[in-house]
């Protein structure tokens, strides 16, 4: 059971609340007096996350290949550097 809306998160106010970690991809605060867990949250595995971290710091132009991500401030066009 969770608390999803203002009656059932009012009805531990002024109790033992704690936030828990359990592992490492999971964080819970719980009401000690009641025994019942109010949120619940896993972190998800960082494959799932790593696509947007890909990116790089920012953007270049290529006039062969358009636009590609740099990892660096001077990185060259990844493509260009894949036909020498
Ligand atoms: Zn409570
Ligand atoms: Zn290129």
């Known amino acids: 059971m969770s608390c999803y809306n203002y009656e059932t998160l009012e009805e531990h106010v002024g109790h033992d609340v704690q936030c828990v970690r359990y592992g490492e991809d999971n964080v819970t605060v719980e009401c000690h007096t009641c025994h019942v867990v109010i949120v619940t949250h896993e972190r998800f595995p960082e494959e799932e996350v790593e ?3 890909r990116k790089g710091i920012g ?3 290529c006039g062969t290949h358009g636009e590609y991500f740099l990892d660096a401030h001077d990185s060259p066009c990844p493509s260009c550097e894949d036909e020498r």
């Open 59 to 61: 953007s270049g132009e």
């Open 51 to 53: 696509p947007r971290s």
